[in-house]
């Protein structure tokens, strides 16, 4: 069956990332493409799942939203130099905040609290093996989530 929505979303996004892409090289920065072709492939999945199934609203999060958190936190990461260990800390707590946020926003809030505890589980354990990016992460992490549990409260 034909979606002319998924097909435009799909289009607009591939002209994107081959945009980034492009910048990427351009900036020098070859060592990220792979972190960047992997992140199109999971949404370009995520979006087929969100109009192709009647997938659950966190699987399809997990796709779509929380690859580009984690690969954003993944570079991140990877651009500050940090060691294997670390770098893969960094993308865990980036996909766990991500989906927390978006299913927060989506007022799923089991779900989110419960990604939101995996988040703050994650930073503890991350900061006892590197303390000072632990000491930067925690406290705007906890500052989002409180501000951010604000939003639904005022809206309802």
Do not use: W
């Not at 607009?12 to 199109?40: N, V, W």
């Not at 988040?119 to 000072?132: A, K, N, P, Q, W």
Request: charged share 25%; net charge negative; hydrophobic share 40%.
């Amino acid at each position: 069956e034909h979606n002319q929505k998924l097909q435009f979303t799909i289009l607009i996004g591939d002209y994107i990332f081959g945009r980034i892409l492009k910048l990427l090289l351009e900036a020098e920065a070859g060592s990220l493409l792979d972190d960047f072709s992997q992140l199109m492939c999971e949404i370009s999945e995520g979006m087929m799942l969100e109009f192709k199934t009647d997938s659950a609203v966190d699987f399809v999060l997990q796709k779509t939203r929380g690859s580009l958190y984690s690969t954003a936190f993944l570079t991140a990461a990877r651009m500050a130099r940090l060691d294997k260990e670390q770098v893969r800390d960094y993308e865990e707590i980036g996909y766990h905040l991500g989906l927390a946020l978006e299913l927060m926003y989506k007022q799923e809030n089991t779900l989110s609290e419960q990604y939101r505890m995996e988040t703050e589980t994650l930073i503890e354990e991350f900061g006892l093996h590197c303390s000072d990016t632990a000491y930067i992460l925690e406290p705007f992490v906890r500052e989002l989530f409180k501000g951010f549990l604000v939003i639904p409260a005022a809206v309802g």
